[in-house]
């Protein structure tokens, strides 16, 4: 038997804010967790399958040399984040300096700019339909980090408060 999990604050129907999203519990799993699921597992059979894939591809052939093992590994990590994006989100890394920047600069010269292509066209393409635009709009999410990865860190969203960002 589900029942609504008791919201934080008054409501706003008095004139105050709400400072969280009431959830709806069943048994051990939540609404929420429920929806980012369910979308993860279309997004992953229409759009984050074949992106992910580029990522590994990109990753694999950045790993062949020694010096750009660290643009492969940001390449891998992306590529977990393009294969199930929902309840996840990208923050810059606070301890990020100038390698980081000039690795973007590297990075965005020879991998950057066809992985964003790609989901640039693949948003698009999901956004003709209704039902697609949660999915080009996850699309359209992934092209920042496709383009400037290093100095970043992909989170879970319930966790943003843990790197200050509300």
């Known amino acids: 038997m589900w029942r609504p999990t008791p919201m934080s604050g008054p409501s706003p129907a008095f004139g105050r804010s709400r400072s969280a999203v009431p959830l709806q519990t069943v048994g051990a799993l939540t609404y929420r967790?429920?929806?980012?699921?369910?979308?993860?597992?279309?997004?992953?059979?229409?759009?984050g399958f074949w992106m992910a894939l580029?990522?590994?591809?990109?990753?694999?052939?950045?790993?062949?040399?020694?010096?750009?093992?660290?643009?492969?590994?940001?390449?891998?990590?992306?590529?977990a984040f393009a294969l199930w994006p929902f309840g996840k989100t990208v923050v810059k890394k606070p301890s990020a300096g100038a390698g980081s920047c000039?690795?973007?600069?590297?990075?965005?010269?020879?991998?950057?700019?066809?992985?964003?292509?790609?989901?640039?066209?693949?948003?698009?393409?999901?956004?003709?339909?209704?039902?697609?635009?949660?999915?080009?709009?996850?699309?359209?999410?992934?092209?920042p980090v496709s383009l400037l990865p290093l100095g970043r860190e992909i989170v879970d969203t319930d966790d943003l408060a843990t790197f200050g960002v509300e």
């Open 33 to 47: 967790g429920v929806m980012r699921t369910l979308l993860n597992v279309i997004w992953l059979v229409l759009a």
């Open 54 to 79: 580029g990522y590994v591809v990109a990753g694999i052939i950045c790993c062949i040399f020694i010096i750009t093992i660290p643009f492969g590994l940001a390449s891998f990590r992306i590529a």
């Open 102 to 143: 000039v690795g973007n600069a590297i990075w965005l010269i020879f991998a950057g700019w066809w992985l964003a292509l790609g989901h640039l066209l693949t948003g698009i393409a999901l956004c003709i339909t209704i039902l697609g635009i949660p999915f080009g709009i996850a699309n359209f999410k992934l092209i």
